[in-house]
């Protein structure tokens, strides 16, 4: 006697999972590609003109494509400004600044958020005003302050700045963050005989990593990118970050179209490549929220 099996179904589980996209998430999608086009149109422009001779640049336009590829932008900006030392003081500045606002944070954070000290909402709008103090009203004061002290000309003036603007940015950002911890892990680690400081750093600062991560990558992009407060504090070229190299290179030097394009994707380069090394970081703190 022979017995037949039924044969299983071939049909894979993403295949009926399928469905037709409807009109709206169709819309969605074209409208968030030409939001993405636009804001990429600037890095594009830049690429494109980055490697045009300058004679392909005024028979072509800005936006014509290069008749060949032309390196002597890149290299004559790499050698104008050193930009090796400037790429140096960037990353420096950033790095320090990142590490020591993402610290400054967290310590504030935990008095406001989690040991709720008294007047902690005065003292919480009084950061969040040191926010949005513009920075062109701090140049005199800190000018002064930098000169009495020694500071004014070293990368440490520009550190100890973006520590105090950005610190304050995150205190705000995570008292709110700490304000909601769980309070059962608290008391836990409480009843097991913890210190506050042994709370801090490993329960709190561990569950909260996320968050502090993304807070330091942001804190080295604003860094990297700030112009004003690095001009005004940083005179000496060897001292200058990679954008006080480019704008006095397009003041001083040269007023080549194809060069300043040229040296503007040598500045945007390493923050691109720090954004895709960490971007899994970014996503990760983003979706996850601070509380796991």
């Known amino acids: 006697m022979t017995t037949t099996?039924?044969?299983?179904?071939t049909t894979t589980p993403t295949r009926q999972n399928r469905r037709r996209r409807t009109g709206w998430e169709w819309l969605a999608l074209t409208a968030t590609v030409l939001i993405a086009l636009v804001m990429a149109a600037p890095l594009l422009l830049v690429l494109l003109n980055?490697?045009?001779?300058?004679?392909?640049?005024?028979g072509n336009g800005p936006l014509g494509l290069p008749t060949g590829l032309y390196f002597d932008g890149v290299k004559t900006f790499w050698d104008a400004v050193n930009?090796?030392?400037?790429?140096?003081?960037?990353?420096?500045?950033?790095?320090?600044?990142?590490?020591?606002?993402?610290?400054v944070s967290v310590l504030n954070a935990y008095a406001l958020g989690i040991g709720r000290i008294r007047g902690r909402m005065w003292v919480?709008?009084?950061f969040l005003l040191a926010t949005i103090v513009p920075q062109e009203a701090l140049l005199y004061p800190l000018y002064i302050m930098f000169k009495n002290v020694g500071l004014y000309d070293t990368v440490w003036s520009v550190v100890i700045v973006f520590i105090v603007i950005h610190g304050a940015f995150g205190t705000y950002l995570l008292a709110s963050v700490f304000g909601a911890f769980p309070r059962e892990l608290l008391e836990a680690a409480a009843l097991d005989g913890a210190s506050r400081w042994q709370i801090l750093w490993r329960v709190v600062v561990p569950v909260c990593r996320p968050t502090l991560a993304v807070l330091a990558v942001f804190f080295f992009i604003w860094t990297w990118n700030e112009f004003l407060i690095p001009l005004s504090f940083l005179?000496?070229?060897s001292n200058q970050t990679v954008q006080v190299g480019i704008a006095t290179l397009q003041g001083e030097r040269i007023m080549n179209v194809t060069t300043i394009s040229a040296s503007a994707l040598l500045g945007i380069a390493?923050?691109?490549?720090?954004?895709?090394?960490?971007?899994r970081t970014l996503t990760r703190g983003l979706t996850a929220g601070a509380i796991k």
């Not at 099996?5 to 179904?9: F, L, N, Q, R």
């Not at 980055?50 to 005024?58: G, L, R, T, V």
């Not at 390493?270 to 971007?279: D, G, S, Y």
């Open 124 to 126: 919480l709008i009084a």
């Open 235 to 237: 005179v000496s070229e």
């Open 83 to 103: 930009f090796p030392e400037k790429v140096w003081n960037s990353i420096l500045i950033s790095g320090c600044v990142a590490i020591g606002g993402v610290l």
């Open 270 to 279: 390493p923050t691109l490549i720090f954004f895709l090394v960490f971007q």
């Open 5 to 9: 099996e039924a044969e299983p179904t």
């Open 50 to 58: 980055a490697f045009k001779s300058p004679e392909d640049f005024a």
